[in-house]
């Protein structure tokens, strides 16, 4: 019994022996298989570095930052995202930025232009309303030539001085009148061109504080006026000369009613006149070169009170 128990685990491990070489065996058959796949990613790995250059691997990627340098290890192209402003920047040949285009979280797209030493010298952007605007800049920042088209799509021209302040803006307004500005340091419009939408060309004079003064203005019967106009704009001065007639000075409370008027009538007779407030002559003094002069006043139904002579 003993003998008979001891063949049965001979024989069982026997089996065992057997059954492990069966396994090494095919460890090895598959570790060989796998070796022509790992040489063949080798060449794959070396072929495409010989193609593209090592020099052209990436050389840094992280997940809020891409970077591009040259072969002498200078950054020169940046793409990132940073304090809620995604940007692509390109670098010269020193690592300094010279052309940035940049977007905000809260904010419009805007593209950069930069000079040798990092100043942002030309801008192009879309303001935060949605219009384009244009900016050119000097060494230190200040804003001196601006283009921009308002919310409604008019055109604006501004000449700044080194402060940023417009000095000479050149302009279509809202109803389509084309208008020139030239502004005070302090922002105060002095004097101004335009061409209203009744075709009327006028140019305006203004005091410090921005207020018209005087205007020069051809209406469209072709009369040529010079308004001067106090402070108040509760006195003034015309002077009139029509295309065709007599030209006349007139002095007013107000730029509408006339109060006195110098005048030359149609025979080229000079003329002094005082007026009431509803616009009717009470009093002439008419000069005449040929003859004795005339003096009339009336009343207010326009009835001559005395006449001399």
């Known amino acids: 019994m003993y003998l008979a128990e001891l063949e049965a685990l001979t024989a069982r491990m026997e089996r065992l022996e057997l059954a492990n070489r069966s396994l090494a065996r095919r460890e090895r058959l598959w570790r060989l298989s796998l070796l022509p796949v790992a040489i063949l990613g080798l060449v794959v790995a070396i072929g495409g570095a010989a193609k593209y250059g090592a020099d052209q691997v990436p050389r840094e990627l992280i997940a809020q930052r891409f970077l591009v340098r040259d072969e002498r290890g200078t950054d020169r192209i940046r793409l990132e995202t940073l304090d809620g402003r995604s940007s692509i920047c390109f670098l010269d040949s020193k690592g300094k930025s010279r052309l940035d285009l940049g977007l905000r979280d809260e904010g419009p797209p805007r593209i950069d232009f930069l000079d040798s030493n990092g100043a942002v010298r030309f801008t192009l952007a879309l303001d935060p309303l949605g219009p384009p605007s244009l900016k050119m800049m000097d060494v230190e920042g200040s804003t001196r030539l601006g283009l921009k088209l308002s919310p409604a799509g008019w055109p604006e021209i501004s000449l700044n001085e080194k402060q940023g302040v417009p000095r000479f803006l050149m302009s279509i307004v809202q109803n389509g009148t084309p208008a020139i500005e030239m502004r005070s340091p302090e922002g105060k419009k002095r004097i101004s061109m335009a ?24 209406n469209d019967e072709d009369t040529a006026t010079l308004v001067l106009l106090d402070a108040d704009r509760k006195g003034g001065v015309a002077l009139n000369a029509p295309a065709k007639g007599s030209p006349s000075l007139v002095l007013g409370e107000k730029v509408g009613p006339r109060r006195v008027a110098i005048a030359l009538d149609p025979d080229a007779t000079p003329g002094l006149s005082f007026i009431d407030t509803e616009k009717r002559a009470r009093a002439t003094l008419l000069f005449n070169p040929a003859g004795p002069s005339r003096f009339l006043m009336k009343d207010a139904a326009g009835k001559t009170t005395f006449q001399a002579p």
Do not use: C, E, Q, Y
């Not at 939408?197 to 006028?202: E, F, Q, S, V």
């Open 195 to 218: 061409v209203n939408d009744d075709n009327i060309p006028m140019i305006d004079l203004n005091d410090p504080k921005g207020k018209p003064r005087a205007s020069l203005f051809l």
